[in-house]
């Protein structure tokens, strides 16, 4: 399993379809990848998506996050920000919807996908990478070394 959470947002498009082949080549078969990542709305639903998000309780106020924040640099010793780069127009930031997630996931590899959690601002998705089948895992079997034992293609060669 991978999992990572409020990370990939801080790439475009680009880079994120690149971590996420990255991703899918170091699982194994039947290996799980899990993120929560901001995510906006499509923009069919936005209205109504905004007039229900203006009923939720906010989830934190810039103070707490500026004071988090102030505090991560002041125990790591370093302002974070500095490694991150510009929030320039490029970055995914607040503005993938939760379909472009799955698009980008797919685009790799990824067959199942499913959105475990949606809140106002935030997705939570788990994607998994397909499993071998039972003749694959034979084709498998039969391409590995014997270990010292001689093959039945081994033996008659001999």
């Given at each position: 399993?991978?999992?990572?959470?409020?990370?990939?947002?801080?790439?475009?498009?680009?880079?994120v379809?690149?971590?996420?082949?990255?991703?899918?080549?170091?699982?194994?078969?039947?290996?799980?990848?899990l993120?929560?990542e901001?995510?906006?709305?499509?923009?069919t639903?936005?209205?109504?998506?905004?007039?229900?998000?203006?009923?939720q309780?906010?989830?934190?106020s810039?103070?707490?996050?500026?004071?988090?924040?102030?505090?991560?640099?002041?125990?790591?010793?370093?302002?974070?920000?500095?490694?991150?780069?510009?929030?320039?127009?490029?970055?995914?930031?607040?503005?993938?919807?939760?379909?472009?997630?799955?698009?980008l996931?797919?685009?790799?590899?990824?067959?199942?996908?499913?959105?475990?959690?949606?809140?106002?601002?935030?997705?939570?998705?788990?994607?998994?990478?397909?499993?071998?089948?039972?003749?694959?895992?034979?084709?498998?079997?039969?391409?590995?070394p014997?270990?010292?034992?001689?093959?039945?293609?081994?033996f008659?060669?001999?």
């Amino acid at each position: 399993m991978v999992a990572t959470a409020n990370a990939l947002h801080w790439f475009d498009a680009h880079r994120v379809a690149e971590l996420f082949k990255d991703v899918f080549q170091l699982l194994r078969p039947g290996g799980v990848f899990l993120f929560v990542e901001p995510a906006c709305t499509e923009k069919t639903f936005a209205a109504g998506f905004a007039e229900w998000k203006s009923r939720q309780q906010a989830r934190y106020s810039r103070e707490n996050w500026d004071r988090f924040w102030t505090r991560a640099n002041e125990i790591l010793g370093y302002d974070h920000t500095k490694f991150l780069g510009s929030r320039d127009s490029h970055l995914i930031g607040d503005g993938m919807p939760v379909s472009g997630w799955i698009q980008l996931l797919k685009n790799v590899g990824f067959e199942s996908v499913d959105v475990l959690l949606r809140d106002t601002d935030e997705v939570l998705l788990a994607s998994s990478k397909r499993a071998q089948t039972k003749k694959q895992n034979n084709r498998l079997d039969s391409d590995r070394p014997s270990h010292g034992r001689a093959s039945h293609k081994q033996f008659r060669a001999n």
